[in-house]
């Protein structure tokens, strides 16, 4: 029996019904009338594709791949089987067949839009912006103007550097339609990324135009008038954090080699081996530093203003509360003397001006408490803070040395650091112990 449904075929309308009752969550009808459509055709490899989307339903993650990859035997040249495979591999974090398998279903229907969209969403899983674009540009191949698929492009080309393409492609859009937001948007962030922030001031304008309140607008106005803002608001890091919540670990561990959360367990552990202390890990992501340090004997409290981020935390179970909100706002409502730890690992660099939020950790800290903190380094004979391109803040050592000593931190300690890898370069930090006097 061919893949392929036809007029007479006998199962498309078992088939259609338990699609239908997998998308609404009702597993246990659609497993009924998944039962009907096997036992007409015993080897239908549809049967076992939408098997396999049921059990991924249900939390059963081997049971998906054991009925997916049967549905891929018994029909190794049918499209929609093998792009069902490949998106769960890449759902699952197995980037590498992933990949394999979304080129294999692409070179088997090269004109199917639906394995194009599939393809391109595990191209950008895995990381693979390239693999992205060339997906992409072929999509405009097939669909010449498609709005959709220009504004994935000019993103993607504005992530490999390719500025000049990426505005060219945002202009366009522009053009077509000059109250379009997320046209705007993309321009403005273009030009940002092209480290030439004061060419989206017109853009800045159209947008506040249409949105005078909205706190995203008004930070781009900013940047656009040549300022730089001290704070980034959580409408535009928030969704960013929110997207990446399933597969950061992987990405900043074995993609940018961060080990900074390893690195300060160690030292928490060295200092306090009996795990006998209250510490407070602001900006907690997935609980990367709680993994590491394991279960304490007091309490670990994450901040994070990322629900998805928070989501992935808890599944740790080291953690023994969280607060979904930013640093500054924890901060604030903390009371005195509560934490032997405070840490802030690749935090600052969202977060901007810090000058309150080092006071308010000195205070919050018990005496003979440390604030543990790390920074991308902005150079010496710059400002005291700058806003990178890549839209993250880089802060002077000798200002954020300045501002520990004058919030009572004595002694400080400094350590240079490679933070991570980006784009296969190293990024230079520094690493802040700063320790409140007993």
Same mark, same amino acid.
């Given at each position: ?10 199962? @498309? ?56 990859? @049967? ?147 008004? *930070? ?27 597969? *950061? ?65 808890? @599944? ?123």
């Amino acid at each position: 029996m061919s893949a392929t449904a036809t007029v007479s075929d006998p199962n @498309r309308k078992h088939l259609e019904a338990a699609r239908t009752l997998i998308a609404k969550g009702d597993l246990k009808q659609a497993a009924l009338t998944l039962n009907k459509a096997q036992k007409q055709l015993p080897n239908d490899p549809r049967v076992f594709m939408l098997a396999g989307l049921m059990a991924e339903k249900s939390g059963n993650i081997n049971g998906a791949f054991e009925a997916l990859r @049967r549905s891929v035997a018994m029909a190794p040249d049918w499209g929609p089987g093998l792009l069902e495979l490949a998106l769960l591999l890449a759902r699952q974090n197995q980037f590498k067949e992933a990949v394999e398998t979304a080129e294999k279903v692409a070179a088997l229907e090269p004109r199917n839009l639906q394995v194009l969209a599939g393809v391109v969403d595990i191209a950008h899983r895995a990381g693979h912006t390239e693999m992205a674009v060339q997906h992409l540009r072929r999509g405009l191949e097939l669909v010449p103007g498609d709005t959709m698929l220009r504004r994935l492009l000019a993103r993607d080309l504005s992530e490999q550097g390719k500025h000049e393409e990426s505005l060219a492609l945002w202009t366009a859009l522009v053009a077509e339609n000059p109250t379009d937001p997320q046209a705007l948007v993309g321009r403005v962030q273009a030009c940002i990324a092209s480290n030439k922030p004061t060419d989206a001031l017109a853009d800045t304008q159209a947008l506040l135009a249409l949105a005078p309140q909205d706190a995203v607008y008004q *930070y781009y106005g900013q940047l656009a008038r040549g300022e730089t803002p001290a704070q980034q608001p959580a409408e535009l890091t928030r969704p960013l954090f929110d997207s990446l919540a399933e597969l *950061y670990d992987m990405h900043m561990v074995r993609g940018l080699k961060y080990q900074l959360p390893k690195q300060i367990a160690e030292k928490i552990i060295a200092r306090y081996p009996d795990k006998k202390l209250n510490v407070l890990d602001l900006g907690c992501g997935t609980g990367l530093l709680g993994v590491c340090l394991g279960r304490l004997d007091g309490f670990l409290i994450g901040v994070d203003f990322s629900h998805k981020m928070i989501e992935q935390a808890a @599944r740790h179970n080291v953690y023994d509360r969280f607060h979904t909100v930013n640093l500054h706002d924890a901060l604030r409502s903390t009371p005195d003397a509560l934490y032997q730890v405070i840490t802030a690992l690749d935090v600052f660099i969202y977060a901007g001006d810090v000058t309150q939020a080092v006071r308010d950790a000195f205070r919050i800290l018990t005496p003979g408490g440390q604030l543990m903190f790390s920074c991308e380094t902005a150079s010496e004979t710059g400002p005291d803070m700058v806003l990178l391109p890549a839209g993250r803040y880089a802060h002077k050592r000798s200002h954020v040395e300045a501002l520990c000593k004058a919030a009572g931190f004595d002694p400080i300690e400094v350590e240079d650091s490679v933070l991570r890898y980006e784009n296969k370069a190293p990024v230079h930090g520094f690493v802040v112990v700063a320790h409140k006097p007993a």
